[in-house]
T-cell receptor
Framework: GAVVSQHPSWVICKSGTSVKIECRSLDFQATTMFWYRQFPKQSLMLMATSNEGSKATYEQGVEKDKFLINHASLTLSTLTVTSAHPEDSSFYIC??????????FGSGTQLSVL | DAKTTQPTSMDCAEGRAANLPCNHSTISGNEYVYWYRQIHSQGPQYIIHGLKNNETNEMASLIITEDRKSSTLILPHATLRDTAVYYCIVRGRAAGNKLTFGGGTRVLVKP
């Protein structure tokens, strides 16, 4: 099956700093990428949908200025958590798909903000 | 996307078949039923999907009722590595269509 690579797997940062997470589709060109967030013992929550070359569409309640998404190419999307605070600590997961295909997920990034 | 209803949790015995039910009574005609699972601290893994016919692959079988209002995922011979949270999701096929996760079923396979 298609492979989606997410990096880093885990990151620890100080409060107030920014963190960038990369999501790459390794063997296919992704029409659309999605970013999810998951808190302990909870389900995945969709944060935003991004298409290559256009602005991301954010879900209600997700701050677009805090969670910057860049989808620069058909194989790369990045999520930047700006001015991170402890409440942003979570498991972030990306997924990628192409037209009429299922979604493939990355392995996730555990973010801990001190 | 249509909402789905799944049991919160279930146990099954290693080596036996595991039958995971899902209700999706508001599914529309162009929405597919997808099943994913998530093992602790990993990204979701695709299992199977279908529209109206039953489907089978190397991982599982998917049985969809004729009225499409419910489905059952069958793991034919559960192993300890099948312990995970299983999500039943309905979604249209277009790339921009979201995959919205509900609570899923926490499956514990016991020796």
């Amino acid at each position: 099956g298609a492979v989606v690579s997410q990096h880093p797997s885990w990151v620890i940062c100080k409060s107030g700093t920014s963190v960038k997470i990369e999501c790459r589709s390794l063997d296919f060109q992704a029409t659309t990428m999605f970013w999810y967030r998951q808190f302990p013992k909870q389900s995945l929550m969709l944060m935003a949908t991004s298409n290559e070359g256009s602005k991301a569409t954010y879900e209600q309640g997700v701050e677009k200025d805090k969670f910057l998404i860049n989808h620069a190419s058909l194989t790369l999307s990045t999520l930047t958590v700006t001015s991170a605070h402890p409440e942003d600590s979570s498991f972030y997961i990306c997924s990628a798909t192409r037209e009429n295909e299922k979604l493939f997920f990355g392995s996730g990034t555990q973010l801990s903000v001190l | 996307d249509a909402k789905t209803t799944q049991p919160t949790s279930m146990d099954c015995a290693e080596g036996r078949a595991a039958n995971l039910p899902c209700n999706h009574s508001t599914i529309s005609g162009n929405e597919y039923v997808y099943w994913y699972r998530q093992i602790h601290s990993q990204g979701p893994q695709y299992i199977i999907h279908g529209l109206k016919n039953n489907e089978t692959n190397e991982m599982a079988s998917l049985i969809i009722t004729e009225d499409r209002k419910s489905s059952t995922l069958i793991l034919p011979h559960a192993t300890l590595r099948d312990t995970a949270v299983y999500y039943c999701i309905v979604r249209g096929r277009a790339a921009g269509n979201k995959l919205t996760f509900g609570g899923g079923t926490r499956v514990l396979v016991k020796p």
